[in-house]
Each structure stands twice: as C-alpha cells, then as structure tokens.
C-alpha cells in the first residue's frame, strides 16, 4: 500500500516486469483493500485489546507466509502486499509504547520495509520471470482483509465502523508539528515509490537491461538506501537528507546523459544517486515521523502512522503519474530533476517541524504531568474533576479564538466564566462538548481524555450542553422529553422513569405536560431545555447564557433549577455575560479576555468588591490596590468597555440578591 503503485504506471510496469496488466491492477486493487482494513482495523482496536492484537499478529504471520509464495511467482504483488501488511505492524509496534521504544520500532520497521522490498524484488530478479498474478494469491490476500475488518466490526470502540477517515486524520494532526510531518508524507510519498517504479522501467529503456536486471538494480539500490536510512539519525538527519535527497535524484538523472561510459558505469552511477535519494527520502520521513512522535501523546500515535500512510499512498499515486507523464513527454532525465526539485521545495517542511517542535513537545509534557495527577488521585481514592481542560488553542480559519485556554470544574462543583462580548465563551463551549475541534490542548470529563472523542460520544460519558431554546415546538412538553430520550438511545421504561423525574424537578412544566412546545413562553422553554438534560442524567452540564434575553424573574427561576440539578449532583459550568448571575450561582468564576482565562476568583472573594468585579469584566485584570479599574485599559480598549457597560436584559447591574425567582424565593 505504501508503494502506492501508479495506476497510470501500470501498463508500463506489466510490459517491463512481463506481467499482464489485468494481473497489475488486481494486486493493487487487493493490496490497498488489505492494507486499508487492516490498517484501520488495528488503529481502531488494537491499542485496547489483546485479543485483536493476537489475531492481528496471526493474521500478519499468515501474511507473511504468503509473501514468500507470492514473492517467487510474482513479484509485483509480492511487493504490494509486504508494505500493505508492514503498515499494520507498524502500528502495532508503535501503540502502547514509551516515545523512546516506539520512535526506535517506527525507525527500524521503515527499514525493514525497505530492505523487504529490496530483498523481494532481488528474490523475484534471480528466481522468477513474470508468471503472472496468482487468483488464489488474491483471495487469500482479500480474505485477510476481510477478517480484519470482521475482527474490528465485532468489539465496541469509540469511532463506530466503518470509522470516519476524519476522525483518523484530526486525531493525528492536532500538534501543529504532527500536522506538517503527516502533510509531507504525500510530498515524501510522491518521490519514493514513484521512483522505484518509474526506476525500474528507465532501467529497462535507457541501460537496456531485461526486467530481472531492472528489478535487481532497483533490489540493490533499496538496499543500500536502507543503510543509508540507519546512518541518517536524529535531527541532522533532517538537514542532512534535504541535501542529500535532491542531490542523489539529480546523480541518477545525470547517469542518463552520460552517453559515453559503458552502460555498466552508467548502471552503478543511477543505481547509487537513486540509493541516495531513497535513503535520504526515508531518514528524512522517519526523523519527521519522530519528532512528531515526540510531541504526540501516545494514544494519537497509531492514528498518526496510519494517517502518514494513507497520505503516502495518495502521493505514491499522484508522483507516479506525474513522473509518468514528464518521463514520456519530456524524457526520463528531465523527470527526475523536476523530482529532485519537488524534494528540495517538500523539504522544507524539516525546518517547521523543528520550529513549532519545543512549544508541542512543552504542551505534551503538561498533558502528561496532568494525567499523571489524575492517576494519583485515583490511586488514593479521591475523585477527578467532572471536567477539566489545558492548553486550548481554537480558531476559525487563520482567525485564533482562544489561546491555551484553561478551567478545571470539581466533582459536584458550579463554576461561571464571564467575559465581554466576542472573547471566545460559546467557542470555548463548544470545543469542550466536542462541536469544535481545537487546534491544541487536552479536554478531560471525571479524568478520561475525550479530546479525540465526537460530540455523541462525550455525550455517552456524561456531558451534557443546553444551548438556547431547542425544543421540537409541535410536540408538547412530555413528547419532547420522551423523545429526548428516545434520541438518546434509552428503553422504553428508562424513558418513562426521566420523564417522571423530570417532572419532579420542575413541577411547573408537569403543570404544563399536554401544551404544545410553541405556546410555552421563553422562560418556560427554557425550563424544558433543562429538563431534557435530567433524562439524561449528566455528570457535568455545561450551559451557554442561560439568562440570554429572559425577563430578571425568569431568569431567578431558572437559576433555582440549575441549583437542583447540581444538588442531585451534576456538576455544572455556566458561561454569563452578567456577573451578578454568575455571583449568584457560581461557587468559583473565570474571567476571560481575548480567547484566554485571566483570572480565577472564588464567590467570596468578589463577593461586596464591586470595583474588583468591573475591573475584571472591562480588562480581564484586577486592579493592583482593588480601587479604580486601570485607566490605561480604559483608553486602550473602548470597544469591550461599551459593551460590557451596556445593562442587559437580565438587569446585570442589579445585586444579586434583586434577582427573584418565580417561586418568589430570593436568590442568593
Ligand atoms: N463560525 C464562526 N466563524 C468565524 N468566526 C466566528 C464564528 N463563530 C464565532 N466567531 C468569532 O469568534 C469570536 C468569539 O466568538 P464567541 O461566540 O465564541 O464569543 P463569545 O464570548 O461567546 O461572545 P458572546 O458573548 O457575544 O456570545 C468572535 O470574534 C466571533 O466573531
């Protein structure tokens, strides 16, 4: 699979290694079914169970048995199906791993490929002419596949099945360094299999050689750029294999004019500059995969070597083409200095990994040292947060929300964020209900990362979000309950017992059961919003402005709500534009500014401080001696101030305790 061989290089290839075409296609075709079950089957699965890896390393000895029949009748499919079966190893040995033993196995399984397809194809050059594609050799290879997606279709996992390639590809990209490592691989993957081919077929043209003579000095050539691979360590490897990649493609296209020697000096000059480039292609994939590696925490790795290969793949078959095609317009030479300048421009990316590599590999140090927490207090019996979050960058587009965001909710706890207009809440919101993906940072619910994890699924774990008014306004209050349930995948009889409780939180919509959702007023809407989240039971609750355009004595209602709820023990994180309701609620309140938490302060803290508070909302600092909000924030930002001083509908500049519920209990 990671060959990626050219579909547009098939005709070629069939009539250089004498092999029908027919039989070309169908080993690509077998080979990139196999590898692409199998490759998702253990990124999926394998890390969680023993018994999948078991028959995973079953089914790859199998496999392996297979080659080595499939090797002496025919080589071509026998190089397809080593590197489609090798992906999944690599994933095996890299899952689960400390970063120093999984960066080693991803090194010596990218050797290893290279010098089982160097060994292949000098097997196939010394022992085989093209005997043609092997039917039997098919269906065994698209039976494994099979089994390796019957393996994953039968456990439960977090992504579902068939699971979504994005969901793949977001786990794996999340450090900006990863990103630029799994963005080369199709640059990377365009030269290298293509090469190969397109190597043996110039071989076999230009030097005259028969396909076994092709097929060996491409062998050697693998061979040797897998030493070369081994010498190539570390990071010089990456300003090393920049040089040495372009210069060693540039070595094999001058062998093609070098009319003059005898074909066998021309032979060694192109089989060397190729050995070069290959090992210098590969060093340069490897040291990228590993400073990736680095800075990625260790359940994203199988995702990210599965997303590289995939990529890969994609730039094996567009390279291979597009030599193809500057091979018969312009001559073989040509083709290969226009790749060794692709390389040279791809290359670059080496310096971007190194620059965004100290701040990931820093953020993923806190990640860790933030889990090692959470296994402590779980040793010693204490509970972990409801929910908790570091480190989160969001954007929408080039545009940056939110900046290492950070809020840490207790167990049982009520927490408030509050901040002007346009500072990133209801973005922080959602990246913490899985609705938006944030560009770094770790979101944990009780512990558990579920950063990587969709919306449904968090919702599984305990998280729930009232955003609005979302209610169904043709069905009546106990139908949009009950349907809420039902949407959650609950039975019957767990559906009737949350709606009944329900209905003993809020006794003011049982009153109100039989009347269809449009006629309820806002408040009363509202009421309904939250009482769909008691069917759900939630952990922990998140709640976006809840007091958003209600009348100050709806809104005492609904707080009183919130407070039931975090009585039965849901807890809860409210984000407020008015600080008197947040006050009024919160037992801590983070202050954002500009897409980033400024300040933290209890209740009680705040509480009588009303010079602190505006402080807080205008600038997001507190002032040094608690006087006067600074005046240089004043001046400096009009906008935020005008904003935040314009009295909501809520009356946000009433004290808290004004702020009357419809019980008529005052709120405190
Ligand atoms: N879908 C979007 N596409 C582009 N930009 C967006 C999008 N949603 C929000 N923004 C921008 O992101 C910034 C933060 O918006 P967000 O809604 O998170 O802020 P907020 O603090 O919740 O504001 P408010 O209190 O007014 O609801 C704003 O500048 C907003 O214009």
Not at 45 to 58: E, F, I, M, Y
Not at 551 to 572: D, F, H, I
Request: proline fraction near 5%; glycine fraction near 12%; charged fraction near 15%.
């Amino acid at each position: 699979m990671l060959t990626g061989v050219p579909l547009l290089g098939a005709a070629g290839l069939a009539r250089s290694l004498d092999v029908d075409l027919t039989s070309v296609l169908t080993a690509v075709i077998a080979s990139a079914v196999v590898g692409a079950a199998a490759t998702v089957a253990v990124v999926q699965r394998v890390p969680h169970r023993h018994s999948v890896r078991a028959a995973l390393l079953a089914g790859a000895g199998l496999g392996a048995a297979l080659l080595l029949v499939v090797n002496v009748a025919a080589p071509l499919p026998g190089l397809l199906a080593l590197t489609a079966l090798g992906l999944p190893w690599a994933v095996l040995v890299v899952s689960g791993r400390a970063i120093a033993a999984a960066t080693a196995a991803l090194r010596y399984w990218h050797v290893g490929l290279l010098n089982g397809l160097g060994l292949a194809a000098l097997l196939a050059s010394g022992t085989a002419g093209g005997s043609g594609y092997h039917w039997a050799a098919a269906g065994v290879l698209a039976a494994l596949g099979v089994l390796a997606g019957a393996t994953a279709a039968e456990l439960p996992g977090d992504a579902g099945w068939p699971p979504a390639l994005r969901t793949l590809f977001d786990n794996a990209t999340r450090p900006p360094t990863a990103r630029t490592a799994v963005l080369a691989q199709a640059g990377l993957g365009m030269i290298v299999p293509g090469a190969l081919i397109f190597a043996a077929d110039v071989l076999r043209t230009g030097f005259g050689l028969g396909p076994r003579g092709a097929v060996g000095v491409v062998g050697d050539a693998l061979l040797a750029g897998a030493a070369l691979a081994v010498l190539l360590r570390g990071e010089r490897a990456l300003r090393l294999a920049v040089a040495a990649a372009p210069a060693g493609l540039l070595v094999a296209a001058g062998a093609l004019f070098v009319e003059a020697t005898p074909a066998t000096v021309g032979v060694v000059l192109f089989a060397s500059g190729l050995a070069v480039a290959v090992g210098a292609l590969v060093a340069l994939a490897v040291s990228g995969e590993r400073i990736a590696a680095e800075v990625l925490h260790p359940d994203a790795r199988p995702a990210f070597v599965a997303a590289t290969s995939v990529l890969s793949l994609a730039g094996g078959l567009g390279g291979a083409g597009l030599l193809t095609l500057l091979n018969s317009r312009y001559g073989a030479g040509p083709a290969l200095a226009v790749a060794a300048a692709a390389v040279l421009v791809g290359a670059g990316y080496a310096r971007r990994v190194r620059r965004t590599a100290a701040a990931d590999a820093e953020r993923l140090a806190r990640v860790l040292a933030d889990e090692a927490e959470v296994a402590r207090l779980r040793h010693s019996g204490a509970r972990p947060a409801a929910l908790s979050c570091s480190g989160i960058d969001a954007a929408y587009g080039p545009v940056q929300v939110l900046y290492d965001a950070a809020v840490r909710v207790g167990d049982g706890e009520m927490v408030a964020i509050c901040g002007p207009n346009g500072v990133g809440k209801t973005t922080f919101l959602r990246v913490l209900s899985g609705l938006h993906r944030p560009g770094a940072g770790v979101v944990r619910l009780g512990g558990v990362d579920v950063t990587a994890l969709t919306a449904p699924r968090r919702i599984e774990l305990g998280l729930s979000t009232v955003v609005g008014q979302a209610v169904f306004g043709s069905l009546t209050v106990t139908e949009n309950l009950r349907m809420h349930g039902y949407a959650l995948g609950r039975r019957s009889d767990a559906v009737h017992r949350g709606v009944d409780a329900s209905f003993a939180v809020f006794p003011r919509l049982y009153e109100r059961r039989d009347q269809v959702a449009a006629t309820l007023s806002g408040g009363e809407r509202q009421l309904l919003v939250l009482a769909k989240t008691l069917i759900q039971r939630p952990r922990m609750l998140l709640v976006d402005e809840l007091s958003l355009g209600l009348a100050p004595v709806v809104v005492g209602g609904l707080l009183e709500m919130l407070r039931r709820l975090n009585a039965l023990g849901t807890s809860v994180l409210v984000v407020e534009q008015s600080v008197n309701v947040a006050l009024s609620l919160a037992d801590r309140i983070y202050f954002m500014e500009k897409g980033a938490m400024v300040a933290e302060h209890t209740a009680g803290e705040l509480a009588g401080q009303p010079d602190l508070v505006r402080a807080l909302m205008l600038g997001g600092h507190a002032p040094a001696e608690d006087t006067e909000p600074a005046p240089q924030a004043q001046a400096a930002e009009p906008a935020p101030q005008a904003q935040a001083a314009e009295p909501a509908p809520q009356a946000q500049d009433a004290p808290a305790s004004e702020v009357t519920p419809v019980d008529g209990a005052v709120i405190r």
